[in-house]
Each structure stands twice: as structure tokens, then as C-alpha cells.
């Protein structure tokens, strides 16, 4: 039983540009979590996710940030016009109940 | 609301030497707690989690965790580390129920061990 995956695990963007991180949970679960660590610092919640439904985005930045989990396919995080405070570690979680299973992380670098 | 405060961002013991990893917590509602353990460019492993029942909790790689509901404390340790314990720590603490996977993280411990 594959673990969560999340792809690529090193992005490099300029200023502007967007940035595209996918996710795809462990066979079975339903439900996945976007969380971000930034230098030196513990993860963050981002964003919690169902099949075709976003549940809790209350630590979603505002503006430029989204999220989306299709029927089909990968949950997606999109960061529009990145800039270089968006240089983080971006972990995506699924759970079937009771304990969160962590994907290896996206490395954005914002350059 | 939810926070963790993990004392000490770095520990450093020598092989063989107790580990103890400390991590305070604060919930309004009866806490689900965690250890999680990262490597250099990976992602997190869960240790151990406590959700309800006995407040010794056993983990994976010898490690174990007391919850003390009457110090607010969910402390991590292991009797003897080994040099493949080396990496970073995080304490974490939810609600529980629909809220399960909203996490809230304490800031890391990183763990040396020396020969």
C-alpha cells in the first residue's frame, strides 16, 4: 500500500510565476490536509479537503493561494504570482480516522 | 484554542543516555496529542499518538509518551538513544473529532546524538 505522495518534491520558481504542488493520499482516504513549514518553524494547517469539497480553509492565505481535491485525480495546491516569502516545505496529509499520514513534501524555492 | 510549546529547540545526548524531549500543551477541550519524528528532507512519521485511555503511550522505536492532564504535559522519551534517533521532533495537538486533522504544532526539537 503505497504512502502519500506528492509531487514534485523540488520546485523552483521565479517571482510571478505559478506554482502547481500535487498530492495524491493513501489508497482509500478520502480526506487530505495541505500544511506549511517555513524555515526553523513547526507545520502550519492550510487547508482541509474532501472529494470535490473544501471543508476548512481557515489557514489559507487570502489571496494568490488555492486548493482543490477533483473526484479524479491528485489534490492540487496552487500559489499564483509567488513571491519569495512563499518559500516553504508544503506537506499534504490524508487520514481514514484518528492520525494524519504525511506525504514527503514539495521543497519551493521562490527565486 | 489550541498551542504547543516545545522547551528546547535543540537536545543533545550521548548514545546510550536517556532522551527526553518536552512538550507542553494547551486545549480547551480534552486534547488528542502526537510525536511526530522528521528526518533531513522527508516527511513527518508519527511516533506515537495519545487519543483516550491509558496515558502511557508506547511508540515505534522505543520511544513512549506520558500524558499529565494536570501539568498540561505530553513529554517524549526513551531510555537509551541510538544514532539513528538523530532527527527533528514535533509535538502536535488537535480536538479530536471533525477536527481531527487540524493540527497545531509546537516548533521542533532537533535531537543530536553523540558517539
Known amino acids: 500500500n503505497a504512502g502519500v505522495m506528492q509531487n514534485p518534491r523540488h520546485l523552483v520558481r521565479r517571482r510571478g510565476q505559478e506554482a502547481r504542488l500535487r498530492c495524491s493520499p493513501m489508497k482509500g482516504h478520502s480526506h487530505v490536509y495541505w500544511y506549511r513549514q517555513l524555515p526553523e518553524e513547526g507545520l502550519k494547517f492550510m487547508v482541509y479537503l474532501q472529494k470535490e469539497n473544501i471543508i476548512d480553509e481557515s489557514g489559507m492565505p487570502k489571496e494568490r493561494f488555492s486548493a482543490e481535491f477533483p473526484k479524479e485525480g491528485p489534490s492540487i495546491l496552487r500559489i499564483q504570482q509567488v513571491v519569495r516569502g512563499d518559500s516553504a516545505a508544503y506537506f499534504c496529509a490524508s487520514s481514514p480516522e484518528k492520525v494524519l499520514y504525511f506525504g514527503p513534501g514539495t521543497r519551493l524555492t521562490v527565486l | ?115
Not at chain 2, 491509558?54 to 544514532?83: C, Q, R, Y
Not at chain 2, 538523530?86 to 481531527?100: H, I, N, P, Q
Request: charged residues 15%.
Open chain 2, 1 to 115: 484554542a489550541q498551542s504547543v510549546t516545545q522547551l528546547g529547540s535543540h537536545v543533545s545526548v550521548s548514545e546510550g543516555a536517556l532522551v527526553l524531549l518536552r512538550c507542553n500543551y494547551s486545549s480547551s477541550v480534552p486534547p488528542y496529542l502526537f510525536w511526530y519524528v522528521q528526518y533531513p528532507n522527508q516527511g513527518l512519521q508519527l511516533l506515537l499518538k495519545y487519543t483516550t485511555g491509558a496515558t502511557l503511550v508506547k511508540g515505534i522505536n522505543g520511544f513512549e509518551a506520558e500524558f499529565k492532564k494536570s501539568e498540561t504535559s505530553f513529554h517524549l522519551t526513551k531510555p537509551s538513544a541510538h544514532m539513528s534517533d538523530a532527527a527533528e521532533y514535533f509535538c502536535a495537538v488537535s480536538e479530536g473529532g471533525s477536527t481531527l486533522g487540524r493540527l497545531y504544532f509546537g516548533r521542533g526539537t532537533q535531537l543530536t546524538v553523540w558517539p
